[in-house]
């Protein structure tokens, strides 16, 4: 695809880690789940605060319950992956009970070590913004020192016949911006 190889050396599981929605429903072991997650333990925070927490769902039961936080969007393919995970942050220090501004970075950083762990192991995941953050915090009694951030679907590469056409169209790696784009220029 287009702007999709690294112009410098970099990891392959970074140059080739994307965000499928084609799940096969295949069942996962609990090494390679627990496995992503001990990789997220390893991501650094401010202080080694670590405030990602996570919410499993693994179970069919468990499932449904994550899947009715959806968007309906997302709810069509996800419902397809065998691990639904909801990715919480903790949003004041232990330490110190003060406001940890880092907080929601860090969790991100753990997602990002969550995700290429995933696609070592030759998994494939998907993170979500779409789904409803009250629903989130109603259905698991997350308080306001929480704050529901995405919900990772985790599994294996499926059938992209499974996708709808509209789905089937976009179940390719995206393109990435140059790297002189995302340097920040001052005042533009």
């Given at each position: 695809m287009e702007n999709r190889s690294a112009?410098?050396a970099?990891?392959?599981?970074?140059?080739?880690?994307?965000?499928?929605?084609?799940?096969?429903?295949?069942e996962?072991s609990i090494?390679?789940?627990?496995?992503?997650?001990?990789?997220?333990?390893f991501a650094?925070?401010?202080?080694?605060?670590?405030?990602?927490r996570?919410?499993l769902?693994?179970s069919e039961?468990?499932r449904e319950k994550?899947?009715l936080l959806?968007t309906e969007?997302?709810?069509?393919?996800a419902?397809?992956?065998?691990v639904?995970i909801?990715i919480?942050?903790?949003?004041?220090?232990?330490s110190?009970?003060?406001?940890?501004?880092?907080?929601?970075?860090?969790?991100?950083?753990?997602?990002?070590y969550?995700?290429?762990?995933?696609?070592?192991?030759?998994?494939?995941?998907?993170?979500m913004?779409?789904?409803?953050?009250?629903?989130?915090?109603?259905?698991?009694?997350?308080?306001?020192d929480?704050?529901?951030?995405?919900?990772?679907?985790?599994g294996k590469?499926?059938d992209v016949?499974?996708?709808?056409?509209?789905l089937?169209?976009?179940?390719?790696p995206?393109t990435?911006?140059?790297t002189?784009e995302?340097?920040?220029?001052?005042g533009?």
């Amino acid at each position: 695809m287009e702007n999709r190889s690294a112009h410098y050396a970099i990891l392959d599981e970074i140059e080739n880690r994307w965000s499928p929605r084609a799940f096969s429903k295949e069942e996962l072991s609990i090494e390679d789940i627990f496995g992503v997650l001990e990789a997220a333990r390893f991501a650094p925070s401010c202080f080694n605060e670590q405030p990602w927490r996570f919410i499993l769902a693994i179970s069919e039961e468990d499932r449904e319950k994550m899947l009715l936080l959806l968007t309906e969007q997302n709810k069509i393919w996800a419902v397809n992956a065998p691990v639904l995970i909801l990715i919480i942050s903790k949003n004041k220090f232990d330490s110190s009970d003060k406001e940890n501004r880092w907080s929601s970075f860090d969790s991100g950083t753990a997602w990002g070590y969550l995700s290429l762990e995933a696609q070592r192991r030759g998994l494939i995941s998907h993170a979500m913004g779409g789904f409803s953050v009250d629903r989130a915090r109603t259905s698991y009694k997350i308080g306001d020192d929480y704050t529901p951030m995405a919900v990772v679907a985790l599994g294996k590469y499926g059938d992209v016949e499974s996708l709808n056409d509209d789905l089937k169209k976009r179940e390719h790696p995206s393109t990435r911006k140059e790297t002189a784009e995302l340097l920040f220029k001052s005042g533009r």
